[in-house]
């Protein structure tokens, strides 16, 4: 069965700092990895995901993430956050043939001015 | 509207009551799901949906939990007898097919809050 871990509950940074959100996985089979952010009194949003072919995946807003087969990890990242990224992203992970996807308990980045 | 409604967006009711969910998926997905966000904690799957049927019922937490959906379309989450465990943010969400490689279109959610 298939798990997702984010290691870091919270993430504080500094506005125009680099931010790195880390997300692995468990899963025997082929995978496919999504991240979204769920702003205040909101649902979640698809921010990007993987399904195949090129490993490095982008966002409109910034962001990319890396899959990484042999270290089944699939980390977030930004190269300059601005204040208004500051919500809660969570990891999730599907894998082939089933319907439900599993999610990480989510990091909340906090972005400081 | 274009995307996943859910109503109401706020509950609060005594404990005991029962409560009820609609969930409004975008239009043509037939796929649903149901999940509950507690404080603190990620998603915690409840339900999910393809078509009117309910493939998967495994995280519905106990029998006081229920939901159906009718013309492939909206559907209810009802919690009878309510407890206070129970307060909690219930998330709905939507894909075309259900399949793996499918992103999930999320509602704003349901904020219910049990006295």
């Known amino acids: 069965a298939q798990s997702v871990t984010q290691l870091d509950s919270q993430v504080p940074v500094f506005e125009e700092a680099p931010v790195e959100l880390r997300c692995n996985y468990s899963?025997?089979?082929?995978?496919?990895l999504f991240w979204y952010v769920q702003y205040p009194n909101q649902g979640l949003q698809l921010l990007l995901k993987y399904l195949s072919g090129s490993t490095l995946v982008e966002s409109i807003n910034g962001f990319e993430a890396e899959f990484n087969k042999s270290q089944t990890s699939f980390h977030l990242r930004k190269p300059s956050v601005h204040i208004s990224d500051t919500a809660e992203y969570f990891c999730?992970?599907?894998?082939?043939?089933?319907?439900?996807?599993?999610f990480g308990r989510g990091t909340s980045l906090i972005v400081h001015p | 509207g274009a995307g996943v409604s859910q109503s109401p967006s706020n509950k609060v009711t005594e404990k005991g009551k029962d409560v009820e969910l609609r969930c409004d998926p975008i239009?043509?997905?037939?796929?649903l799901y149901w999940y509950r966000q507690s404080l603190g904690q990620g998603l915690e799957f409840l339900i999910y949906f393809q078509g009117n049927s309910a493939p998967d019922k495994s995280g519905l937490p106990s029998d006081r939990f229920s939901a159906e959906r009718t013309g492939g379309s909206v559907s209810t989450l009802t919690i009878q007898r309510t407890q206070q465990e129970d307060s909690a943010v219930y998330l709905c969400?939507?894909?075309?097919?259900?399949?793996?490689?499918?992103?999930?279109?999320f509602g704003d959610g349901t904020r219910l809050s049990i006295l």
């Open positions: 969400a939507s894909s075309r097919q259900g399949g793996a490689e499918e992103p999930q279109h």
């Open positions: 239009s043509g997905h037939t796929a």
């Open positions: 999730a992970v599907s894998e082939g043939g089933s319907y439900i996807p599993t």
């Open positions: 899963s025997s089979v082929s995978v496919y």
